[in-house]
């Protein structure tokens, strides 16, 4: 495992972030999450593509050149020794005296690169539950933003009531998880939530709809709601962390544990690593 902070890789552990860091004392700025399969990180260009544009939606400044953030990966990934890790990285608006203008001193990258967490092989196969939730998140969930507090509070409640996940609801309709995106099968239709700024434009969820297209599964962006997911015949979450993970239940509601589409979905994503 290691880290890196401000220009130089240093150890995990190792205090490094100052007081007074934009990303510490306000949470202004961006992040991604990166899976790497065997020594390769997985989908890089997509995430960078989106880091990107997560940091011009804050008027931030990346502190390096994509082609430098790419060296810096490739760098950390052969010090960290890990094939199968995750890549953590961020850009904040860096360190100035505590004020709310932007400051002029450059941006700071960190990024922290770790085994990967692996889903437990019984959640996949059983599925897990999700509980829904109102969203109270702002209006641009499109930016990969490190302001987080509503989806630590959402996912905390989901766990202290024993769900895998909490599903946000906004004026009626579903949006996404708290840390993924929500799809479900209807009548052989595959349908996700419309890519608006009510939600992160996920990796995974644009691999999936790839893969639907690639396996001829009819798909559909549209709204849906309670009622709609309610009567699902699949649900699954996505994210870069969790892949494609069934959903079993939605508070009291359970789903069938039949899920062609689902599996079949799993079984082409797995192999665009392996
Ligand atoms: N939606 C939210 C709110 C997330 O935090 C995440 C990722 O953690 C996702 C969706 C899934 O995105 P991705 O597939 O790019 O990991």
Redesign the pocket.
């Known amino acids: 495992e290691i880290g890196f902070y401000k220009d130089q890789f240093v150890d995990i552990n190792e205090n490094v972030v100052p007081i007074q860091e934009r990303g510490h004392q306000f949470g202004d700025g961006v992040y991604?999450?990166i899976r790497v399969y065997n020594g390769k990180p997985f989908l890089l260009n997509?995430?960078l593509d989106?880091l990107v544009k997560s940091a011009e939606a804050i008027y931030l400044e990346l502190p390096y050149p994509p082609e430098r953030i790419y060296e810096i990966i490739s760098e950390g990934l052969e010090k960290s020794g890990l094939t199968e890790a995750e890549i953590y990285m961020q850009i904040t608006r860096g360190i100035a005296p505590r004020a709310h203008l932007f400051p002029t001193t450059p941006s700071v990258m960190s990024m922290t690169i770790k085994n990967a967490r692996v889903v437990d092989k019984k959640k996949r196969i059983d599925g897990v539950t999700v509980t829904l939730m109102e969203d109270e998140r702002w209006k641009n969930?499109y930016i990969?933003s490190l302001n987080?507090l509503p989806?630590v509070i959402a996912k905390q409640k989901a766990a202290t009531n024993g769900h895998e996940e909490a599903i946000f609801i906004r004026d009626g309709f579903i949006t996404?998880?708290?840390?993924?995106?929500i799809f479900i099968v209807k009548n052989g239709t595959l349908i996700t939530t419309p890519a608006t700024n009510f939600?992160?434009?996920?990796?995974?969820?644009?691999?999936v709809i790839k893969l639907a297209s690639k396996c001829n599964i009819p798909f559909e962006e549209r709204k849906f709601d309670r009622e709609f997911l309610n009567e699902a015949d699949e649900a699954f979450i996505?994210?870069?962390?969790a892949e494609i993970l069934p959903i079993s239940k939605i508070d009291d509601i359970s789903l069938s544990p039949n899920r062609p589409i689902t599996n079949l979905l799993y079984n082409e994503y797995c192999g665009l690593y392996k």
Request: proline share 0%; aromatic share 0%.
């Open positions: 991604e999450v997509e995430h989106r969930c990969k987080l989806n996404e998880g708290s840390s993924s995106n939600i992160l434009h996920g990796i995974t969820r644009a691999a996505t994210s870069t962390s």
